[in-house]
Every structure is written in C-alpha cells, then in structure tokens.
C-alpha cells in the first residue's frame, strides 16, 4: 500500500474513535477499502499500550475492519477503561494490516523456534480451541524467540513451555502505518 494508503487508514482510525463507541460504520467510496482485510488497531499515550484490538481472518472490508477495530480497541478493550475525550490529543494511533497466514508446520518447540523470524513474523498459535496472537511489533519488547514462544502460550492460557503435536502455529506479516 501507499503512504497515503496509510494516511487514509490511519484517518479511519482516528475518526472511528472521535465518533464513539457506538458510531456507524460509514460507507467507502474507494475501491480498495472495499477489499476484504484483517487489521489491528493499537493505541499509545506515551509509549505505554492504552489499547490494541483486531482481526486475524480477512472476513471484512477494509475500511469496515479498521473502523471497527479502532472503535474496540479504544472502547472495549478488557484491559482497560474506556479511552476518555481527554486523552484523545495524547493518543498514538498504529493501523497494522495483516498478510495472508502461512503454516509452519514445527513438529517440536526447537523445530518452531528455529522457523521464527524476530521482528518479521506476527504468529498465531492454536491449540484445542485456544488461539493467541502476537503482532510482529511485539518483538520489540520481547526480541528473545523462546520468550516470544512462552508469552504468546500464556496469551493463550497455556504453560509457558508447552508443547503438544496437534499445536498449530502460523505465520503473517504486516503493514504497519503510525
């Protein structure tokens, strides 16, 4: 996508929190927002996480997705209270779009770690229901793969060194536009 491709996303975001929690998604009138992608919305004060919210399947419209994702992850992020009117001058807004998943098919936690790509892969692990996430950004704050690996199983209210054949990981990039 193209820088203002990125600009028009982040626009979105911004405008879906300004608008509410119960604010209508509007209609796009560009085509390439009417295409169907997954996206997650992160907000900052700071540097500090004040709210991230999104969507690992492409299963709406671009614009749709970001819209939506901002209005969570700013309003209904369980983490943390609502974002209030007040904060909105100090609010970092981070659009990621989302890549196609690939399976990494790892037999073993070594086999797993050595596929991992440090600051390239978001991962998805899903086991038995559970299903956790990690944004490749979040190798910024843990650039260690087994300690990706651990933290992402305890997302997923797993032991931080489980490990189980039927454990599926895949793998994603983003686009990332701040």
Known sequence: ??????????????????????????????PWLRERAATFVTLRIEEELRGCIGSIEAVRMLGD????????????????????????????????VLSARSPMGALSEDEALSQLRPGIDGIVLEYEGRRA?????????????????????????LPQRFWHPRLQLSRYTVEKYL
């Open 1 to 30: 996508m193209s820088g203002s491709h990125g600009e028009r996303l982040l626009a979105i975001a911004r405008d879906a929190i300004r608008a509410g929690p119960d604010a209508v998604v509007p209609e796009w009138s560009e």
């Open 65 to 96: 997705d970001v819209f939506s994702n901002a209005r969570a992850a700013a309003y209904r992020d369980p983490r943390f209270p609502p974002v209030s009117p007040s904060e909105f001058p100090s609010l970092a807004v981070e659009v990621s």
């Open 133 to 157: 996430t990690f944004l490749p950004q979040v190798w910024e704050t843990l650039p260690d793969p087994l300690d990706f690996l651990c933290h992402l199983r305890m997302k997923a209210d």
